[in-house]
């Protein structure tokens, strides 16, 4: 199937599309694509994070945040569960593009050609195994790209398996990276906003707990994933993070992984809430995201409740064992 894929991007003009406030994961996965097949530009209508940003600047590439998909012959989008991911106004994805993905799927892309892996880590993991399928050199400022995306998805190894490990060791490899380059790229001290944007997180955060497993919630406008992580530092063992930007809300979630190898997984529980509010919901056990039309601080209401009740559940069977 890869090499289908790999042989129908050959030549074409492309455009490579990724979620709002995209991710290394998602920028990397689309700048190895647009490296390896082109001619092609990679698109976030809603930008990119800071992160992100700092890579691509250090490599030397540009993302658009303005463009009309219609002067492209090809679609292409990665790392994105739903078309909503782009916002309320954008266009229809025609038919013949090609999503590339690696979360659990949602199947709201039934009506393109979507390739999915979710037991990969990252999505510039399946993106390595497409350029090996399609014979294609990997330049060493694709190599760091997608280093780097595996990095961030992976929290820095800390959610790594085996397959992981042995796809970031071949990438280094093949690529002539080291350890230190790798781990570099992607590192950048918090600027003065994130650092206030965390404080404030943490001063409107809300808690409950069952037993020894703690639920937090906050919300602010911007860092949502810095401060999950800030509150799961605290003591949180799941954590949501909500921003308001007029009608519209962005929720990011947070588990450590001893929560995800107890039962719970945040992309299930987001993915149920968004069907039955008709947002858009879903991701991995330990991080997830929720998007849509709506009051945020409800939206964090409702995840702390279903939080709880999949705590009681672990309590009851935690019981019933032996």
Known sequence: MLGYVGEALKGKNKIILVHGNADMDAVGSAYAIAECFPPAKIYAPDGIDRVAKMVMDKIGADVLTECDISDFEMIVVVDTSSPEQFGPNFPVIPDDSIVIDHHRPT?????????CDETKV??????????????????????????????????????????FLRTFADVMDTAGISMDEAMGLPRSEAGMSERIAVMKGMERSKFDRIGD?????????????????????????????????????????RADQEMVRRGIHLGDILKNIGEETTTDGGGHGGAAGLSGIGDVEAMLHICMQRTMNEFRKMRKNDSELP
């Open 213 to 253: 497993m703690i639920v937090a919630t906050s919300y602010g406008g911007s860092f949502e994933a810095s401060v999950c992580k800030a509150l799961l530092g605290a003591g949180a063992d799941v954590v949501f993070v909500g921003s308001q930007r007029d009608d519209m809300f962005r929720l990011s979630a």
């Open 122 to 163: 990252s999505c510039c993991e399946l993106i390595y195994e497409l350029l090996c399928a399609s014979n294609v050199k990997i330049k060493r400022n694709v190599g760091m790209a997608l280093l780097s995306g595996m990095l961030t998805d992976s929290g820095h190894f800390s959610y790594a398996n085996p397959q």
């Open 107 to 115: 199947g709201k892309w039934d009506n393109v050609q979507f390739v």
